[in-house]
T-cell receptor
């Protein structure tokens, strides 16, 4: 079956603009995660959804970042008033509830000029 | 505060020899550990995991060792193959009642290069 997909694969925007990053999890996976990976670092946790609700959003860096998963499947990560420091690869992962293996998408590379 | 650390940014190994990648953690609440492999322009791919009730888990050429008292784990790849060349991340999670909490904390990664 299809893996986790993320769109767009690359996004270039200007400082101060609004961006949306989309994640399509593996069908049937009720848990969905967003991570951010900066150059030379490992993925850093942002937010975790169980179904439609955010079970843990402790990794969101500030209130410019927001994520939704209205129907318990596709998720959108929204970043307002982007800053150059937001430039990174944003990774999405999904898993079955209670399973420890998370399946990652290829990521969206966000560049803020 | 880096709770999971991979102190070797890179490792170079000859084909056929053993690769040993190391990882240290500081949070004693972590009780489940995973290794992921990442190729350029792809997302991390799960490789192998170990629960804190074990000290070793083996899957083919890959073995993970866990030393809880030292808060240290290692991944052994033997024999190493050129296709193993990638970035390897260790990750840790804290489970609750045996169910994964979900949030993974990753190390910085180690670039493994296996020379033919």
């Amino acid at each position: 079956g299809a893996g986790v997909s993320q769109t767009p694969s690359n996004k270039v925007t200007e400082k101060g603009k609004y961006v949306e990053l989309r994640c399509d999890p593996i069908s049937g996976h009720t848990a969905l995660y967003w991570y951010r990976q900066s150059l030379g670092q490992g993925p850093e946790f942002l937010i975790y959804f169980q179904g439609t609700g955010a079970a843990d959003d402790s990794g969101l860096p500030n209130d410019r970042f927001f994520a939704v998963r209205p129907e318990g499947s596709v998720s959108t990560l929204k970043i307002q008033r982007t800053e150059r420091g937001d430039s990174a690869v944003y990774l999405c992962a999904s898993s079955l509830i209670g399973a420890d293996e998370q399946f990652f998408g290829p990521g969206t590379r966000l560049t803020v000029l | 505060d880096q709770q999971v650390k991979q102190n070797s940014p890179s490792l170079s190994v000859q084909e056929g020899r053993i690769s040993i990648l190391n990882c240290d953690y500081t949070n004693s609440m972590f009780d489940y550990f995973l290794w992921y492999k990442k190729y350029p322009a792809e997302g991390p791919t799960f490789l192998i995991s170990i629960s804190s009730i074990k000290d070793k888990n083996e899957d083919g050429r890959f073995t993970v060792f866990l030393n809880k008292s030292a808060k240290h784990l290692s991944l052994h790849i033997v024999p190493s193959q050129p296709g193993d060349s990638a970035v390897y991340f260790c990750a840790a999670s804290a489970t609750a009642g045996g169910t994964s909490y979900g949030k993974l904390t990753f190390g910085q990664g180690t670039i493994l290069t296996v020379h033919p």
